[in-house]
Protein backbone atom coordinates (compact mmCIF):
# COMPACT_ATOMS: atom_id res chain seq x y z
CA UNK A 1 0.00 0.00 0.00
CA UNK A 2 1.94 2.87 -1.17
CA UNK A 3 -0.20 6.24 0.05
CA UNK A 4 2.32 9.09 -1.02
CA UNK A 5 4.89 8.76 -2.87
CA UNK A 6 7.54 11.38 -3.74
CA UNK A 7 10.24 11.16 -6.07
CA UNK A 8 13.45 11.73 -5.87
CA UNK A 9 14.33 11.18 -2.28
CA UNK A 10 17.27 13.53 -2.57
CA UNK A 11 18.92 15.86 -5.07
CA UNK A 12 21.51 18.43 -5.02
CA UNK A 13 21.34 21.42 -7.21
CA UNK A 14 23.63 24.92 -8.53
CA UNK A 15 22.12 27.97 -8.23
CA UNK A 16 20.15 29.08 -11.09
CA UNK A 17 19.42 25.04 -12.23
CA UNK A 18 15.83 23.87 -12.32
CA UNK A 19 14.04 20.45 -11.13
CA UNK A 20 10.77 19.19 -10.82
CA UNK A 21 9.58 17.41 -7.75
CA UNK A 22 7.11 14.76 -8.73
CA UNK A 23 4.30 13.42 -6.01
CA UNK A 24 1.93 10.88 -6.58
CA UNK A 25 -0.84 9.04 -4.40
CA UNK A 26 -2.83 5.83 -4.79
CA UNK A 27 -5.74 6.90 -2.36
CA UNK A 28 -7.72 8.32 -5.11
CA UNK A 29 -7.79 11.73 -3.29
CA UNK A 30 -9.02 14.74 -4.23
CA UNK A 31 -6.77 17.41 -2.58
CA UNK A 32 -3.14 17.81 -2.24
CA UNK A 33 -0.48 19.64 -0.52
CA UNK A 34 3.30 20.90 -0.94
CA UNK A 35 5.09 21.47 2.19
CA UNK A 36 8.86 22.92 3.07
CA UNK A 37 10.47 21.96 6.54
CA UNK A 38 13.24 24.12 7.78
CA UNK A 39 14.91 23.82 11.35
CA UNK A 40 12.55 25.79 13.85
CA UNK A 41 9.69 26.42 11.55
CA UNK A 42 7.58 23.66 11.43
CA UNK A 43 5.86 22.92 8.00
CA UNK A 44 4.64 25.62 5.85
CA UNK A 45 2.59 25.52 3.08
CA UNK A 46 3.71 26.53 -0.32
CA UNK A 47 0.66 25.82 -3.20
CA UNK A 48 -2.15 23.15 -3.02
CA UNK A 49 -4.86 21.74 -4.85
CA UNK A 50 -8.27 20.96 -4.23
CA UNK A 51 -8.58 18.90 -7.82
CA UNK A 52 -7.17 17.93 -10.69
CA UNK A 53 -7.07 20.71 -13.31
CA UNK A 54 -6.63 23.37 -10.29
CA UNK A 55 -3.45 24.91 -8.11
CA UNK A 56 -3.81 27.55 -5.63
CA UNK A 57 -1.28 30.04 -3.26
CA UNK A 58 -0.38 28.49 0.20
CA UNK A 59 1.97 30.57 2.70
CA UNK A 60 5.02 30.75 0.95
CA UNK A 61 4.88 30.16 -2.88
CA UNK A 62 7.18 32.58 -4.03
CA UNK A 63 9.94 30.85 -6.77
CA UNK A 64 7.92 27.88 -7.04
CA UNK A 65 5.10 26.47 -10.10
CA UNK A 66 2.84 23.83 -9.23
CA UNK A 67 0.98 21.57 -12.10
CA UNK A 68 -2.48 19.04 -11.21
CA UNK A 69 -2.88 17.33 -14.74
CA UNK A 70 -3.47 14.41 -13.11
CA UNK A 71 -5.85 13.76 -10.44
CA UNK A 72 -2.84 11.20 -8.60
CA UNK A 73 0.02 13.69 -9.45
CA UNK A 74 0.75 16.70 -7.84
CA UNK A 75 4.56 18.22 -9.25
CA UNK A 76 6.23 21.24 -7.85
CA UNK A 77 8.72 23.28 -10.05
CA UNK A 78 11.67 25.28 -9.29
CA UNK A 79 12.12 27.23 -12.17
CA UNK A 80 15.56 29.10 -11.26
CA UNK A 81 16.84 27.49 -7.54
CA UNK A 82 18.48 29.51 -5.28
CA UNK A 83 19.88 28.70 -2.13
CA UNK A 84 16.76 29.66 0.45
CA UNK A 85 14.76 26.64 -1.18
CA UNK A 86 17.51 24.42 0.29
CA UNK A 87 14.90 22.35 2.54
CA UNK A 88 13.17 19.33 2.94
CA UNK A 89 9.89 19.05 0.35
CA UNK A 90 6.59 16.91 1.91
CA UNK A 91 4.03 16.18 -0.18
CA UNK A 92 0.53 15.45 1.47
CA UNK A 93 -2.93 14.68 0.22
CA UNK A 94 -6.73 14.46 1.55
CA UNK A 95 -9.59 12.97 0.68
CA UNK A 96 -11.59 16.43 0.93
CA UNK A 97 -12.63 19.07 3.27
CA UNK A 98 -14.27 17.02 5.81
CA UNK A 99 -13.01 17.41 9.69
CA UNK A 100 -12.40 13.82 9.75
CA UNK A 101 -9.53 13.73 6.98
CA UNK A 102 -6.26 14.08 8.08
CA UNK A 103 -3.78 14.67 5.59
CA UNK A 104 -1.28 11.84 4.24
CA UNK A 105 2.44 12.72 3.97
CA UNK A 106 5.11 11.46 1.72
CA UNK A 107 8.44 10.85 3.35
CA UNK A 108 10.11 14.04 1.76
CA UNK A 109 12.73 15.56 -0.72
CA UNK A 110 15.89 16.86 0.80
CA UNK A 111 16.51 19.24 -1.86
CA UNK A 112 20.22 21.08 -1.30
CA UNK A 113 21.03 24.19 -3.59
CA UNK A 114 24.56 25.28 -3.82
CA UNK B 1 3.66 36.01 12.65
CA UNK B 2 3.54 32.35 14.20
CA UNK B 3 0.05 31.44 14.32
CA UNK B 4 0.91 27.94 16.17
CA UNK B 5 3.43 27.47 18.51
CA UNK B 6 4.95 24.88 20.30
CA UNK B 7 7.21 26.67 23.03
CA UNK B 8 9.39 23.45 23.69
CA UNK B 9 12.01 22.34 21.71
CA UNK B 10 12.61 19.42 23.41
CA UNK B 11 11.25 16.83 25.90
CA UNK B 12 12.91 13.40 27.81
CA UNK B 13 10.85 11.14 29.96
CA UNK B 14 11.58 8.15 31.29
CA UNK B 15 9.23 5.09 30.19
CA UNK B 16 6.40 4.33 31.40
CA UNK B 17 5.91 8.23 33.11
CA UNK B 18 3.44 10.83 31.27
CA UNK B 19 4.70 13.07 28.23
CA UNK B 20 2.49 16.08 28.15
CA UNK B 21 3.52 18.08 24.75
CA UNK B 22 2.34 21.40 24.86
CA UNK B 23 0.92 24.03 22.04
CA UNK B 24 -0.33 27.19 21.51
CA UNK B 25 -2.26 29.14 19.15
CA UNK B 26 -3.34 32.40 18.30
CA UNK B 27 -6.50 32.39 15.27
CA UNK B 28 -9.33 32.08 16.87
CA UNK B 29 -11.04 31.03 13.74
CA UNK B 30 -8.94 27.38 14.15
CA UNK B 31 -12.26 24.82 14.07
CA UNK B 32 -9.91 21.87 14.11
CA UNK B 33 -6.45 20.64 16.21
CA UNK B 34 -4.51 17.75 14.92
CA UNK B 35 -1.35 16.45 15.86
CA UNK B 36 1.47 14.31 14.00
CA UNK B 37 4.17 12.61 14.62
CA UNK B 38 7.20 12.11 12.77
CA UNK B 39 10.36 9.47 13.08
CA UNK B 40 13.73 10.75 11.12
CA UNK B 41 13.76 10.46 6.76
CA UNK B 42 10.10 9.72 7.43
CA UNK B 43 6.71 12.01 6.57
CA UNK B 44 4.50 12.91 9.44
CA UNK B 45 2.13 10.65 10.23
CA UNK B 46 -1.54 11.89 11.52
CA UNK B 47 -1.65 10.56 15.60
CA UNK B 48 -4.84 12.24 16.77
CA UNK B 49 -7.20 15.01 16.33
CA UNK B 50 -10.08 17.69 18.36
CA UNK B 51 -12.67 19.73 17.12
CA UNK B 52 -12.90 23.32 18.05
CA UNK B 53 -16.68 22.41 19.95
CA UNK B 54 -14.88 19.29 22.17
CA UNK B 55 -12.64 19.89 25.19
CA UNK B 56 -10.62 16.27 25.10
CA UNK B 57 -10.11 13.34 22.75
CA UNK B 58 -8.98 10.43 23.71
CA UNK B 59 -7.58 7.24 21.87
CA UNK B 60 -5.83 4.87 23.66
CA UNK B 61 -2.49 6.31 25.14
CA UNK B 62 -3.05 9.15 23.78
CA UNK B 63 -5.30 12.06 24.99
CA UNK B 64 -5.87 15.68 23.43
CA UNK B 65 -6.95 18.74 26.27
CA UNK B 66 -8.05 22.05 24.35
CA UNK B 67 -8.53 25.30 26.41
CA UNK B 68 -10.26 27.50 23.94
CA UNK B 69 -10.24 30.15 26.53
CA UNK B 70 -6.75 29.84 27.15
CA UNK B 71 -6.36 29.08 23.17
CA UNK B 72 -3.54 25.96 24.46
CA UNK B 73 -3.90 22.58 23.79
CA UNK B 74 -1.79 19.57 24.93
CA UNK B 75 -1.42 16.18 23.96
CA UNK B 76 -0.40 13.25 26.66
CA UNK B 77 1.06 10.31 26.50
CA UNK B 78 0.33 7.41 29.49
CA UNK B 79 2.04 5.19 29.55
CA UNK B 80 5.35 6.76 27.34
CA UNK B 81 7.16 4.13 25.14
CA UNK B 82 10.25 4.38 23.88
CA UNK B 83 8.78 4.08 20.62
CA UNK B 84 7.43 7.04 21.53
CA UNK B 85 10.28 8.83 20.58
CA UNK B 86 9.45 11.00 17.99
CA UNK B 87 9.03 14.62 16.78
CA UNK B 88 5.86 15.67 17.60
CA UNK B 89 3.67 18.67 15.77
CA UNK B 90 0.57 20.40 16.61
CA UNK B 91 -1.18 21.68 13.74
CA UNK B 92 -4.54 23.84 13.36
CA UNK B 93 -7.19 23.39 10.19
CA UNK B 94 -8.64 27.51 9.23
CA UNK B 95 -11.98 27.53 8.06
CA UNK B 96 -10.81 28.27 4.35
CA UNK B 97 -11.44 26.21 1.60
CA UNK B 98 -8.55 24.04 1.51
CA UNK B 99 -9.02 21.97 4.44
CA UNK B 100 -5.13 23.79 5.02
CA UNK B 101 -3.38 23.33 7.88
CA UNK B 102 -0.89 25.45 9.77
CA UNK B 103 1.51 23.77 11.48
CA UNK B 104 3.83 24.40 14.58
CA UNK B 105 7.51 24.24 14.61
CA UNK B 106 7.35 20.51 16.92
CA UNK B 107 8.55 19.23 20.06
CA UNK B 108 11.43 16.26 19.77
CA UNK B 109 10.11 13.85 22.71
CA UNK B 110 12.81 11.32 24.19
CA UNK B 111 11.36 8.55 25.82
CA UNK B 112 14.32 6.64 28.12
CA UNK B 113 14.44 3.18 29.05
Known amino acids: NAGVTQTPKFRVLKTGQSMTLLCAQD?????MYWYRQDPGMGLRLIHY???????AKGEVPDGYNVSRLKKQNFLLGLESAAPSQTSVYFC?????????????FGDGTRLSIL | DQQVKQNSPSLSVQEGRISILNCDYT??????FLWYKKYPAEGPTFLIS?????DKNEDGRFTVFLNKSAKHLSLHIVPSQPGDSAVYFC????????????FGAGTILRVKS
Open chain 1, 92 to 104: ASSRGQGVREPQH
Open chain 1, 27 to 31: MNHEY
Open chain 1, 49 to 55: SVGEGTT
Open chain 2, 27 to 32: NSMFDY
Open chain 2, 50 to 54: ISSIK
Open chain 2, 91 to 102: AARTMEYGNKLV
